[in-house]
């Protein structure tokens, strides 16, 4: 019942790039984490490392044992959709006009999709409803992360960062990113230097820099999202988290039926509506939790 505008299952190929980049714009943890495309039955990655260091071998010596391991993370893609009910007009009207609103479209899926990825992989969340997904489980930061800071009265923010990142360091793992939340952002803002200057001029009146002392950083209110307690997030994500999309992207216009089961607003066509619905596949994977540390707020 359902007809798919153009080439017959795809937006024309020119809209999907652009649907891509205004995702990963928006995104903190697409900003600061590698991509790469994720088929739809899945992904497997491999972390690999030598467990210990060389070794001194004397002349007609012997050698000692040293050993690797190898941990498979696999990454599962999760569908995640969004559609809205226009006028029927939109049939009738001409292609431009068809495709100005396609293309509005796109644009706010892309934003709504970019956080969820935040939403999802930060607090294992269904993002329209603020509750636990089953379909995510346990692959997202508050539940794999264990490194954590908390926050007491009279810490300085720097100190809360500092602590973090040596967590991290004293396992000789890397730190390639800060993801912070707004309130954690502006504590920053407002460290001063004995002569009174500013500590991070370029923090001042709300600037997200994209760095940091040299740290790839974002600011984002997706971290702290509803009652977490989550105020930043430091650790590799260069190497130790990974996200991806899968390749097509369709998007439906539905002229029939009740596609969002809204008993309200009943039958499409009994309503000279269509719906509109785009759907993506995400997926992501915490490589190495132990490259990651929280700043997390104390009870009050």
Not at 148 to 174: C, F, H, M, R, Y
Request: no cysteine.
């Amino acid at each position: 019942m359902a007809d798919v505008l153009s080439k017959g299952t795809l937006f024309p190929e020119e809209l999907v790039p652009e649907l891509i980049q205004k995702t990963t714009g928006a995104s903190a943890l697409a900003q600061l984490s590698a991509q790469k495309p994720i088929p739809f039955n899945g992904l497997k990655e491999f972390t690999f490392s030598l467990d210990k260091e060389v070794d001194i071998v004397a002349e007609n010596g012997a050698k000692s044992k040293g050993g690797a391991t190898v941990t498979p993370r696999t990454i599962v893609p999760i569908k995640i959709e969004y559609g809205a009910r226009i006028s029927d007009e939109f049939i009738y009207a001409s292609e431009e006009v068809r495709m100005d609103y396609l293309t509005a479209f796109s644009e706010g899926f892309a934003r709504k999709a970019a956080k969820g990825l935040d939403l999802m992989a930060f607090h294992g969340i269904n993002p329209r409803t603020g509750t636990a997904s089953n379909v995510i489980g346990t692959n997202h930061f508050d539940a794999a992360v264990t490194n954590v800071i908390t926050i007491v009265d009279g810490d300085s923010p720097d100190d809360n960062i500092e602590a973090a990142i040596e967590l991290i360091q004293n396992k000789e793992l890397d730190v390639s990113g800060l993801v912070m939340a707004p309130a954690f952002r502006s504590a920053l803002a407002k460290l001063k230097t004995s002569s009174g200057s500013k500590l991070y001029p370029e923090l001042a009146w709300g600037n997200n820099p994209g760095t940091l002392n040299g740290l790839s950083a974002r600011s984002t209110p997706n971290l702290s999202h509803g009652t977490s307690k989550d105020r930043a997030l430091v650790g590799d994500f260069a190497t130790a988290f990974r996200w991806g999309y899968a390749k097509q992207i369709p998007v439906e216009v539905i002229r029939y039926g009740n596609p969002d089961n809204d008993e309200t607003l009943g039958d499409l066509a009994g309503h000279n509506q269509v719906y509109l619905r785009a759907e993506m596949y995400l997926g992501w994977g915490i490589l190495d939790p132990n490259a990651f540390a929280f700043v997390k707020q104390g009870e009050a």
